[in-house]
C-alpha cells in the first residue's frame, strides 16, 4: 500500500467514476485500474462493487475511505504546520549555553528575536559548558553556547563573541585601588571558583598553572552571581568575564584589577550537530547574531589564541 494507490482510491470512490478519477489525477483509465487492483490484492479484499455504470464501495472500501480521508488530512495539516514553521507561524527554539552567556550575553539578542517572532516559544537551559556540550550531541537542545575548546568533532561551530576574563575584588580589599598586579601578589588569596565542567574555571586554571600558580586557598560556588556575592563581601577574590559585572562596577560593589601576565581573552562559540538540519526558528536566530556581528567592529588581537581555526 502506497501514497498513490491511496490517492487513486480516494479520487475514485469521490468521483464514483475510474474514468472521472482518471482526469482529476492527470493519468489513464487504465492505470487508474492498476493501482485499485494492487491495493486490493496487499488487502486481500476487493474495495469497488461494479453494478452497471455505479461504482460502490464495499464494506472493506468504506473502512478504507474512512482512514484514508483522515490519514490524508493529517498529511495536509503537516504540510501546513511545516509552511508555519519555514513562515515563523509557529516553532520552538531549544538553547543552551554556559552560565555566563546564558546570563549576561544571549537575553538581549533573545529579545530582539522574539520581537521579529512572537510566536516561536523560547526554551534557553543555563549551565556548565560540559553539560551544554552534552545537550547538543544528545540533541535535546539545537544550538549550545560555550568557550573554548570545543572538542567533539560532530559538533560545527561558529565564533560568536570575543569575552575577557578579569580579576575582581571587594572594595576594600588590599588591591583594589591597584591598576595591575602580578601574578606572584595572589599567591595567598582566597580564590572563589565555579564547579568543574565550568569553561571560566577550566581557562583561570590553565592560565595560573601556565605561569606556576597554585592556588593554596580555594572555594568553590555554583554560580557566577554567588560568586560576585562572596568577592563583594571579601571572602575571596576571583576571575568572572566582564561582561558579568558592568551593574556591579557601576554600583561600585566590586573592583577590577588587571593581571597583565595572563591571557584571559577567549573567543565563544555558537555550536550544533553537524548531522542535524536546524530548524526554521533555529537558522533564523543564527542569522540575527552573524547580522549582529556584522554590525559591530572586527576586535582583534594578538592573544585571541584560543580560538582555532575553525
Not at 461504482?55 to 498529511?75: D, E, M, R, S, W
Not at 591598576?179 to 565555579?194: H, P, T
Amino acid at each position: 500500500m502506497n501514497f498513490s494507490q491511496l490517492n487513486a482510491f480516494l479520487a475514485v470512490a469521490q468521483h464514483g467514476s475510474f474514468s472521472r478519477a482518471a482526469e482529476k489525477l492527470y493519468l489513464t483509465q487504465p492505470a487508474v485500474s492498476r493501482q485499485i487492483q494492487a491495493l486490493e490484492e496487499v488487502l486481500g479484499m476487493r474495495l469497488f462493487d461494479r453494478i452497471g455504470r455505479l461504482i460502490i464501495l464495499t464494506q472493506a472500501g468504506n473502512i478504507l475511505y474512512h482512514h484514508a480521508h483522515i490519514a490524508f488530512q493529517t498529511l495536509e495539516e503537516a504540510r501546513e504546520t511545516i509552511n508555519q514553521l519555514r513562515g515563523l507561524q509557529r516553532g520552538h527554539l531549544r538553547i543552551s549555553a554556559a552560565s555566563t552567556i546564558g546570563t549576561y550575553m544571549l537575553p538581549q539578542p533573545l529579545g530582539e528575536f522574539k520581537a521579529s517572532s512572537p510566536n516561536i516559544e523560547i526554551s534557553l537551559a543555563i549551565t556548565n559548558k560540559a553539560r551544554v556540550v552534552q545537550q547538543v550531541l544528545n540533541h535535546e537542545v539545537e544550538l549550545g553556547f560555550v568557550g573554548p575548546p570545543v572538542e567533539p568533532a560532530e559538533l560545527e561551530r561558529e565564533e560568536y563573541l570575543l569575552d575577557e576574563l578579569v580579576l575582581i575584588v571587594a572594595p576594600t580589599h588590599r588591591l583594589a585601588h591597584e591598576e595591575s598586579v602580578r601574578v606572584a601578589e595572589l599567591g595567598e588569596e582566597v580564590f572563589i571558583l565555579r564547579e568543574q565542567g565550568s569553561g571560566t574555571r577550566e581557562i583561570m586554571e590553565e592560565e595560573l598553572a601556565r605561569v606556576r600558580l597554585s592556588p593554596k586557598k580555594a572555594m568553590e560556588l555554583g554560580s557566577t552571581e554567588a560568586i560576585k556575592q562572596a568577592v563583594a563581601a571579601n571572602l575571596g577574590v576571583s576571575i568572572v568575564s566582564k561582561f558579568a559585572i558592568t551593574l556591579e562596577i557601576l554600583q561600585g560593589r566590586l573592583a577590577v584589577v588587571k593581571l597583565p601576565e595572563l591571557n584571559l581573552l577567549r573567543q565563544l562559540f555558537m555550536v550544533y550537530h553537524r548531522g542535524r538540519t536546524l530548524s526554521p526558528a533555529a537558522q533564523e536566530f543564527c542569522s540575527l547574531l552573524r547580522r549582529s556581528k556584522a554590525g559591530k567592529p572586527k576586535t582583534t588581537s594578538p592573544q585571541d589564541m584560543r580560538a582555532k581555526p575553525l
